[in-house]
DNA sequence: ACTCTATGCCTACTTACGTCA
DNA sequence: GGTGACGTAAGTAGGCATAGA
């Protein structure tokens, strides 16, 4: 689903995926085996530049992140989707994933959606709206703080998530959780069956690992983040090795050409006539060559119907392809 | 049919905390 | 013990798709 939000948003790499999607195709297997360093820091927060076996592993799933996308009606709010669901409607939105109506847990409240709660939460939502939207998951277990002020609706945050878990969630001083090994194995299980998870999905696994849908959500957008990094700079990496490739055969070329140059200059004016010249066929652009000079190679390939000489694109160099393959 | 609004999910980017050398 | 680099959980902003009024 990543990747289909990708084609449509304003991304600022957008180039860079459309260039690096030459190479994704061939590039995909690339990266298992060794460690590759490379000296292409991705911008700007790119904090390594070294890709391993283990991050091959990671880059795995990546390979599935475009084949499934989903949608669901509106009020499917995450974590708090138990007080909202309504209704499901599988869309072709978010790359045609399409959840059942199991996908969310039925105790939809039709009422919830234009409770006084929301309308207080919505005219709130023109500035921030993400903001509010966890504004509204953390209070919306609370339907009498619905009309607090702004303030209030924050105090009743911080006490809401000190109720969660006991975390305490105080402005000034955030803690960080740090996940369990069996926490994010099961996670990275879980991403590796799919990159991203249906709100059942998320409220199951929530579940399981005593964690919040939110932190599950979490976990996955940067997990997917995580795997997009390590893809890009794979990607990177590979142009990199392009560009030298290209470098080296537009050398080779130009010294090729310049000698050509001298040899013809230090040829005399006049050409006796030579035997015809060997022809052959470029196994990479089927294309009739003359070996050797003199003679006309045209007339010769004329004269002999089995070589086709249709207007056929010349082989390029590229380095997609094996080199060696180039004639 | 069309517009507007609310909503949810996403990515990209950033911040801040925990860990480790 | 102090420190900087690094990994990562979590926050923020903005975009897109959708449903319903």
Redesign the pocket.
Same mark, same amino acid.
């Given at each position: 689903?990543?990747?289909h =939000?990708?084609s449509? =948003?304003?991304?600022?790499?957008i180039g860079l995926?459309l260039v690096l999607g030459l190479a994704l195709s061939s590039s995909s297997d690339s990266p298992t085996q060794e460690t590759i360093t490379t000296s292409t820091k991705i911008p700007?927060?790119s904090? &390594?530049s070294?890709v391993t076996t283990d991050d091959a592993e990671l880059l795995l799933p990546s390979l599935t992140?475009a084949l499934s996308g =989903?949608?669901?009606?509106?009020?499917?709010?995450?974590d708090?989707?138990e007080h =909202?669901r309504?209704?499901v409607?599988p869309?072709? +939105?978010?790359n045609n994933k399409v959840y059942s109506s199991e996908d969310y847990p039925s105790t939809g409240d039709v009422s919830a959606?234009?409770s006084p709660h929301? &309308?207080a939460? $919505? $005219?709130f $939502? &023109?500035?921030?709206?993400?903001?509010?939207?966890?504004e509204?998951d953390v209070s919306a277990s609370d339907e009498a703080e619905a009309e607090a002020t702004e303030i209030e609706r924050l105090s009743s945050r911080i006490s809401d998530?000190e109720e969660d878990g006991g975390?305490t +969630?105080s402005a /000034? /001083?955030?803690?960080?959780?740090?996940?369990t090994k069996e926490q &994010?194995a099961l996670l990275e299980d879980s991403f590796k069956q799919h990159s991203?998870?249906n709100?059942k999905q998320k409220q199951a696994l929530a579940k399981q690992l005593n964690?919040r849908p939110?932190?599950v959500?979490?976990?996955?957008?940067?997990?997917? +983040?995580?795997t997009?990094l390590k893809q890009t700079e794979v990607d990177c990496e590979f142009l990199k090795k392009c560009c030298e490739t290209l470098t080296d055969e537009n050398r080779r070329l130009q010294k090729e050409l310049q000698e050509l140059k001298a040899l013809k200059l230090s040829q005399p004016l006049y050409m006796p006539p030579m035997p015809a010249a060997t022809l052959t066929i470029c196994p990479s652009c089927d294309r009739a060559v003359a070996i050797g000079s003199g003679g006309s190679a045209s007339n010769n390939i004329k004269n002999t119907p089995l070589i086709s000489l249709a207007p056929k694109p010349h082989h390029f160099f590229s380095p997609f392809t094996n080199p060696s393959a180039a004639c």
């Open positions: 689903m990543g990747l =939000h990708d449509t =948003h304003n991304n600022n790499n995926h700007p927060y904090s &390594s070294t992140l =989903h949608d669901v009606n509106k009020n499917k709010n995450d708090t989707q =909202h309504v209704q409607v869309t072709k +939105a978010n959606q234009n929301h &309308s939460v $919505s $005219s $939502s &023109s500035g921030c709206r993400r903001g509010v939207k966890r509204r998530e975390t +969630a /000034a /001083a955030r803690k960080k959780l740090r996940l &994010s991203t998870l709100p964690l939110r932190q959500e979490v976990w996955f957008q940067n997990r997917r +983040a995580r997009k």
